[in-house]
Each structure stands twice: as C-alpha cells, then as structure tokens.
T-cell receptor, first 116, second 114 residues
Framework: GESVGLHLPTLSVQEGDNSIINCAYSNSASDYFIWYKQESGKGPQFIIDIRSNMDKRQGQRVTVLLNKTVKHLSLQIAATQPGDSAVYFCAESRNAGGTSYGKLTFGQGTILTVHP | DAGVIQSPRHEVTEMGQEVTLRCKPISGHNSLFWYRQTMMRGLELLIYFNNNVPIDDSGMPEDRFSAKMPNASFSTLKIQPSEPRDSAVYFC????????????FGPGTRLLVL
C-alpha cells in the first residue's frame, strides 16, 4: 500500500547558483538555532549555528540569517555544488533554565538537489 | 579525531528479540543524546545524558526501551522485546557545550524488526 510520511519541501538548483533554504519556527522563546545537512545513509552533519542576539552569521560558503520578528531562519549556500545535495534540517532550542539544558527541536527538513 | 561511533551499522532482527545499540561519544564531550529517525515522525529525541546521568528521558517510547551510560565513553540503547514499529534509524549524538547545543551525530544504526 501507499506509505504515508513527511512530505518534505524540495529545492532544485543548478550548479553554481546560490541556494536559500527557509525555516519557520513557532516558539518566540527559542534563543539558539542550528542547521544540519544529512546525506543519504549518513547522520546529520553540523553546518552552522546562531544565537538570538545575532541576526546573521557567516561560515564557509554558508550564511545563516535570523529574523526574530517573523520567527524565520534561512540558510544561504553560495555557489552550490552537486556535493551540497542533501536534506537540510533547522533546529531550535531555548534556555530551559535550571539544568541549563536546551532540547533541540528539529524541523521536517528540505531536500536540496543540485543539478550539474 | 574520531567522530561519534555507533555499532552495529545495520541490524535485522525478529519481533520479540532483544536489540542493543551502542555508542561511543566524541572524547571530552559530556552530553550524549539518542535520537530515532523515521519517515513518519522525522528526528525525535529519545533520551539525553549529561555527565553520564540521564537528564531527560521523556522521549523514550515505552518501557521496552532503556538506555544506559556506564561511563563517559560508552552508552547503550536497548529494546526488549523489539517490535516491527521500532524499525528506524537510531542516531547517537554528543556535545561539549553546556546546554548540549552543537551536537555531533554518529552514522546511525539502521534497525529492521521483522
């Protein structure tokens, strides 16, 4: 029978283009955000993170933008390469106080496909 | 440096059997997490250890699941008895950050319960 599962958003780009992957979050108390890349058959790989006291952070070929007003997070990948093809997850956490443990809540993910 | 190490990478078992998944966190990391990933539910946190002590096990599905961390370099996730609905990819992650952010994931164990 037909399987029912998460229907992930998809993004297809040409090699060399810039990619923008978006993520909306709902908890206004979230103060830490992180992006992961997951290739087929592998575990999620850390890309970049940002705290709520910042609105932009850059890494190698990647930039994360945070808009707390509309609770929106984006990951920009410059000069996208075929090796960037993967599922990209955003995750958020908030300072729970006490134990200082911030549980990461993951989004559903976005499938990025880069065509040569 | 070696990343998070998990074993086995693949496990096929029959319903009712005991399954033990193993994890070695990155040396020096004091936080360890077990996650489960399925197409239906995505990535779910099962349990979190800090300094070998379970802090949050609210994600453990039921009593059939148990996790231990006898020392800083080893953790196990056990399912007894296993059921077909336990089929999933199980990930272990570790972190050195005070709040457990910036978690580094292992390659996962793909479990199939027949």
């Amino acid at each position: 029978g037909e399987s029912v599962g998460l229907h992930l958003p998809t993004l297809s780009v040409q090699e060399g283009d810039n990619s923008i992957i978006n993520c909306a979050y709902s908890n206004s108390a979230s103060d830490y955000f992180i992006w992961y890349k997951q290739e087929s058959g592998k575990g999620p790989q850390f890309i970049i993170d940002i705290r709520s006291n910042m609105d932009k952070r850059q890494g190698q070929r990647v930039t994360v933008l945070l808009n707390k007003t509309v609770k929106h997070l984006s990951l920009q990948i410059a000069a996208t390469q075929p090796g960037d093809s993967a599922v990209y997850f955003c995750a958020e956490s908030r300072n729970a106080g006490g134990t200082s443990y911030g549980k990461l809540t993951f989004g559903q993910g976005t499938i990025l496909t880069v065509h040569p | 440096d070696a990343g998070v190490i998990q074993s086995p990478r693949h496990e096929v078992t029959e319903m009712g059997q005991e399954v033990t998944l193993r994890c070695k966190p990155i040396s020096g990391h004091n936080s360890l997490f077990w996650y489960r990933q399925t197409m239906m539910r995505g990535l779910e946190l099962l349990i979190y250890f800090n300094n070998n002590v379970p802090i949050d096990d609210s994600g453990m599905p039921e009593d059939r699941f148990s996790a231990k961390m006898p020392n800083a370099s080893f953790s196990t996730l056990k399912i007894q008895p296993s059921e077909p609905r336990d089929s999933a990819v199980y990930f272990c992650a570790s972190s050195s950050r005070p709040r457990g952010e910036t978690q580094y994931f292992g390659p996962g164990t793909r479990l199939l319960v027949l």
